[in-house]
């Protein structure tokens, strides 16, 4: 069963482009149709975790094998044990909803040379190069890692030397509810 609202609204979403007229030029891949179906398969059907990479099974949770991209050399391999339910809850997080097909970029976007490419296309089609931003080394980081974890910390307050921290907000200032 289909939830009216979201569906019908997507479908006027599509309206005005099924009245355009789309022009698609695709050359044939130089090793043909046979290896073009092979990779994207590599991607489409791929799983979220391999077999090869779960270790062991049992009561006490699934281990399984990952990399910390954080380490280098031997220990970036690691090994990680979580109870069932939250390997199952992470699993299902990479399970895509029906109708859904997961692709990688592929052609001119996939390759290291990604920025040249676009740069060519948009030389190649006129198009105007994008407005720079201000160089993001230049500016101070307004986000400190987070000595724990390594995710960006937003700071709330700073206090002074020998200040005496005041009391809590009598409301939270994202959300606009009251500490009760």
Same mark, same amino acid.
């Given at each position: 069963?289909?939830?009216?609202?979201?569906?019908?609204?997507?479908?006027?979403?599509?309206?005005?482009?099924?009245?355009?007229?789309?022009?698609?030029?695709?050359?044939?891949?130089?090793?043909?149709?046979?290896?073009? #179906?092979?990779? &994207?398969?590599?991607?489409? @059907? +791929?799983?979220?975790?391999?077999?090869?990479?779960?270790? !062991?099974?049992? %009561?006490?949770?699934?281990?399984?094998?990952?990399?910390?991209?954080?380490?280098?050399?031997?220990?970036?391999?690691?090994?990680?044990?979580?109870?069932?339910?939250?390997?199952?809850?992470?699993?299902? #997080?990479?399970? &895509?909803?029906?109708?859904? @097909? +997961?692709?990688?970029?592929?052609?001119?976007?996939?390759? !290291?040379?990604? %920025?040249?490419?676009?740069?060519?296309?948009?030389?190649?089609?006129?198009?105007?190069?994008?407005?720079?931003?201000?160089?993001?080394?230049?500016?101070?980081?307004?986000?400190?890692?987070?000595?724990?974890?390594?995710?960006?910390?937003?700071?709330?307050?700073?206090?002074?030397?020998?200040?005496?921290?005041?009391?809590?907000?009598?409301?939270?200032?994202?959300?606009?509810?009251?500490?009760?």
């Amino acid at each position: 069963m289909r939830r009216g609202g979201s569906s019908s609204s997507f479908l006027r979403h599509l309206t005005p482009l099924r009245k355009k007229r789309w022009f698609v030029y695709a050359k044939p891949p130089f090793s043909g149709p046979q290896a073009v #179906l092979a990779y &994207l398969s590599r991607y489409t @059907h +791929r799983v979220a975790i391999s077999n090869r990479r779960l270790i !062991a099974l049992d %009561k006490t949770g699934v281990t399984f094998r990952y990399k910390d991209y954080r380490r280098d050399g031997a220990e970036r391999q690691r090994a990680m044990t979580l109870s069932p339910d939250e390997f199952i809850r992470r699993f299902l #997080l990479h399970v &895509l909803p029906k109708g859904f @097909h +997961r692709i990688r970029h592929y052609g001119f976007l996939a390759s !290291a040379g990604r %920025k040249d490419n676009v740069a060519r296309a948009r030389e190649l089609l006129a198009a105007p190069a994008p407005t720079k931003v201000e160089d993001a080394a230049s500016l101070p980081d307004q986000h400190p890692p987070c000595p724990c974890c390594g995710g960006r910390m937003v700071i709330i307050e700073v206090f002074q030397r020998a200040a005496r921290a005041r009391a809590p907000p009598s409301s939270y200032p994202f959300t606009g509810t009251t500490v009760s």
